[in-house]
């Protein structure tokens, strides 16, 4: 820290001893003694407090990440996938008959002294594997569209 050899320390000693006196000098290196030893308790109390303070704001972090953790994991105990699935098809099937609801099927007038047909009624379906035709509109809708009824 001051860097002073075990000559210059040497030299103090000599002069101190000169300039107090032996008879004080004893006295001396005690008062110094305590004096050092008050500053080494307040610099190891300053650095334990100190650790203190930065072991409290870690334990601070731990607990924000354990709560998040904790958070998380209770959203994953409530989630249920089937309920998931049930809502898009809902929205699907809504979306689905809000669209049939807007294209009104033409309409073509039947021949003379034929009856006219019913179109089969198209009921929605919740079915998971059901094949996906690749446009947004199903089959069945394109299929009760065509003029003859017939499907392809």
Do not use: C
């Amino acid at each position: 820290m001051f860097e002073i050899g075990w000559g210059e320390l040497l030299i103090i000693g000599i002069v101190a001893l000169i300039a107090i006196g032996p008879k004080e000098l004893p006295t001396l290196f005690r008062t110094l003694g305590q004096w050092t030893n008050k500053l080494r308790r307040m610099a190891s109390e300053f650095q334990s407090q100190f650790q203190e303070a930065m072991r409290e704001a870690e334990l601070a972090d731990i607990k924000k990440q354990v709560d998040d953790m904790t958070s998380q994991a209770q959203s994953y105990a409530s989630f249920d996938p089937v309920a998931e699935v049930r809502r898009e098809l809902d929205s699907t099937q809504q979306q689905i008959e809000s669209a049939m609801a807007e294209k009104p099927a033409p309409t073509t007038s039947p021949p003379v002294g034929a009856e006219p047909s019913a179109a089969p009624a198209i009921a929605p379906s919740t079915d998971v594997a059901a094949p996906s035709s690749g446009s947004s509109e199903p089959t069945a809708a394109a299929d009760a569209a065509k003029p003859d009824g017939k499907p392809t």
